[in-house]
């Protein structure tokens, strides 16, 4: 019994939800169904008056060009200058109206014109007597003493449409044109249109109405009714401005503006489209589509719940059979707590499951942008790779307008020993998007453990400079952290190697100037200064503050500065630029020795400054002072730092590429056999040492030649290669053509 109860509680609920699911979609198809239908009759109604009031205005403005056409008639300027009652030009205004009306008898309009002065309108079927003619119009004779008290700011064209009150006759509409002469009295061109001539009768919506209005009815067509009072105090505020679907109560409204009668107005008028009877005619064609939909739900939900009914079913005889001796109400009240911890553990497995999965894919999704990221800064991804990843991986912004900043964090190792050392993607993200500065997107890729990349999408030099000197800031102030902030140029997507390359020329000068962040035009003097500074001479120096040789470092260190000083002229730049050169010097001692320049200036604060302000004449002594410090501070406590090495062999490869380095010289800096190196950079980034390389040495190439400044021969001497016959070799293997053939390509 019990178990019958749970499966029609499913099924219930089963169907509930189908019937809520079909409640919701028959309600949007509804409502869309509505509004599709509003629209399409609110665009019929507009067509319905942009068409009607483009007629109506080419039917009056023939009128109008008929009235200016008889205007000119000598005819007629003789009848106008005539005293009293002239027939003989009555006679021939009367034949030139004659011949003028023969190419506009089919338009639907009639002429008469008068002066007032001799009581005769003279028109094409004869001559009436002034109020004969207004009374076979169906016109009040004050239509004529309204238009001579308007004054002209109403009268803009000197046109007056009779309105519907003065006329007794609504299938007439009479336009009054009046012609004025200071000298003389005015001349009168009575218009007369048919109704039905001037637009049609028949609408798509039949509740609709159509008018004419200036501060009047003129004429009402489709339904003989009065406009609106409401609609009436829109037209007066409106401008020569159209309204199209002013809403007003039950109607809708759309006023034009004639284009030639000023003050002019053609108006439609339109029941606004009900809901309910939308409703019955979407009925009546999806009544058949939802009941079908109903029943399979029904259907679909019967199945899903013995469907899912069937392992509660199934582990509920298992209770049975293991419980078979229980009285009856015992064995009920197990089946309840058993078919609810059932569920409920169910549930729980479910959501645990989906947490997992949705947490080893946002994990996934970083990772795989780190490889991603850091394959095109190494210069190891192919074009077809770099596409068929960029949408993967939703990267598609980040294929142009780059600007790269590279953030060297010293004294993570230090900070490490005291607490554990800082989450620094998270802390970068977390300071960028707090800055209030506008830009694409950016992504941060870590290169080592101290060493960050910041990849910037259509971002402005301003914005990256905010950006890295409020990291720089806040790092310094927050970590106690001694972090440096170099931003390259503007970059392509395929074109970040270049950008790692010129971040770190960049970073070799940190130390020459006092600014924390750097970009290439800060640096542009220091790397014009030229001095002697061997890099033999800096590896022999940092061994013997390895190996505790006080002495050699002393003589080596004299000679250096004996080179630079005594034998050749120092200039304010190139003094700068070889403090520098021994300031880095120093620090790589100090790195090498497990601690870094940040914790030696904390322990001699002044020491730093000192040495960089320091002229060239106390140059020597404030050197050999700083160097003891150094050289005693290294010796004093040894030990090792964490770093992620393959990051750092890649730095150093992108650093001396353009030298003949070897497998030899990577193993004998970082202190690692040759078949290891090998092995890391293999499984780091998939790839051969000696082809990365060379895949950096032609790239290098192909910007040189790009210049057309550089024979091939120096070009190969510029990138390591020294046989030039080698670097043809190798050129041509990765771009397939020789150098010379891709000079005279580019040609």
């Known amino acids: 019994m019990v178990k019958k109860k749970f499966l029609y509680k499913m099924l219930t609920l089963f169907i509930v939800i189908v019937l809520l699911y079909s409640a919701i979609t028959s309600s949007i198809i509804f409502y869309k169904g509505y509004q599709m239908v509003d629209t399409q009759t609110n665009h019929s109604n507009q067509l319905y008056i942009d068409q009607n009031s483009n007629y109506a205005d080419f039917k009056l403005r023939t009128a109008m060009d008929f009235v200016y056409k008889i205007s000119t008639l000598q005819s007629l300027t003789d009848y106008r200058y005539s005293t009293g009652t002239n027939y003989l030009n009555i006679a021939n205004l009367y034949n030139a109206l004659i011949d003028q009306l023969q190419g506009f008898g089919q338009l639907g309009f009639t002429f008469g014109i008068t002066k007032l002065t001799d009581d005769l309108v003279i028109t094409a079927g004869g001559t009436y007597n002034i109020n004969n003619y207004l009374k076979e119009l169906g016109i009040d004779s004050g239509a004529l003493d309204q238009l001579q008290q308007m004054e002209k700011p109403f009268l803009t064209s000197n ?30 061109f009575f218009v007369v249109m048919d109704r039905v001539s001037l637009l049609p009768g028949v609408a798509d919506n039949p509740k609709g109405n159509f008018y004419l209005h200036t501060d009047e009815t003129i004429s009402s067509y489709i339904h003989h009714k009065e406009l609106d009072t409401e609609i009436l105090a829109h037209i007066n505020t409106i401008d020569d401005q159209e309204i199209n679907g002013l809403k007003m109560g039950s109607t809708i409204n759309y006023i034009h503006p004639s284009k030639v009668i000023p003050n002019l107005n053609y108006v439609y008028s339109s029941k606004v489209t009900s809901f309910g009877a939308i409703f019955v005619e979407i009925w009546k064609t999806a009544l058949f589509p939802s009941v079908l939909l109903l029943l399979l739900g029904i259907i679909l939900a019967y199945v899903a719940t013995r469907s899912s009914y069937k392992p509660i079913r199934q582990l509920l005889q298992f209770l049975d059979e293991q419980k078979g001796h229980s009285t009856a109400s015992s064995q009920e009240q197990v089946n309840q707590i058993h078919e609810l911890a059932y569920i409920q553990s169910s549930i729980e497995q479910i959501y645990s499951i989906n947490h997992a999965l949705q947490d080893k894919l946002d994990h996934s999704a970083v990772h795989l942008r780190e490889d991603f990221f850091r394959k095109v800064i190494y ?25 790269i900043i590279l953030l060297e964090c010293e004294g993570i190792e230090a900070l490490d020993k005291t607490v554990p050392a800082p989450n620094l993607s998270f802390v970068f993200n977390s300071l960028i998007r707090e800055i209030p500065c506008e830009y694409g997107d950016f992504f941060t890729l870590p ?31 927050d970590l106690a952290l001694d972090i440096t902030a170099c931003i390259s140029s503007t970059y392509q997507l395929h074109e970040l190697t270049s950008a790692l390359q010129e971040l770190l020329r960049i970073g070799k000068y940190k130390y020459a100037t006092a600014n924390k962040v750097l970009t290439s035009s800060c640096i542009q003097d220091l790397e014009e200064a030229v001095c002697y500074y061997p890099i033999e001479t800096e590896a022999c120096l940092i061994n013997y503050v390895n190996s505790n040789e006080l002495g050699k470092a002393y003589d080596l260190l004299r000679n250096l500065l004996d080179q630079n000083i005594k034998h050749t002229t120092l200039g304010p730049v190139d003094l700068s630029n070889l403090k520098h050169s021994i300031l880095t010097t120093f620090k790589r001692c100090l790195n090498t020795n497990g601690t870094t320049l940040n914790q030696f200036v904390k322990e001699y604060p002044d ?11 106390k140059f020597t002594e404030k050197t050999f002072t700083m160097f003891e410090l150094v050289f005693n501070y290294c010796n004093k406590e040894k030990f090792s730092l964490e770093s992620s090495t393959a990051s750092q062999i890649f730095i150093y490869i992108h650093k001396n590429f353009d030298k003949d380095i070897s497998l030899t010289d990577i193993a004998d800096e970082f202190n690692l056999s040759e078949s290891y190196v090998s092995k890391l950079l293999k499984n780091s980034l998939d790839i051969n040492f000696k082809q990365y390389v060379n895949t950096l040495k032609v790239k290098r190439a192909k910007e040189l030649l790009n210049q057309k400044d550089y024979k091939v021969h120096e070009v190969a001497a510029i990138v390591g290669c020294n046989n030039t016959n080698s670097f043809i070799r190798i050129f041509k293997q990765y771009i397939g053509v020789s150098p010379g053939e891709y000079v005279k390509n580019l040609h």
């Open 447 to 477: 290169l080592d453990k101290s060493k960050y990349c910041i990849i910037f999408n259509r971002i402005s030099s301003e914005s990256l400079k905010q950006i890295a000197m409020t990291v720089v800031h806040t790092i310094e102030q």
């Open 159 to 188: 046109t007056y449409v009779v309105p519907q009150s003065l006329s007794k006759k609504p299938d007439n509409i009479v336009m009054i044109h009046q012609i004025v002469n200071s000298s003389m009295e005015p001349l009168y």
């Open 607 to 617: 020491i730093l400054n000192e040495f960089m302000e320091v002229p060239v004449s």
């Open 379 to 403: 210069g190891i991804a192919s074009e077809e790779f770099i596409q068929d990843n960029l949408s993967q991986l939703h990267l598609e912004k980040f294929q142009e307008d780059l600007n």
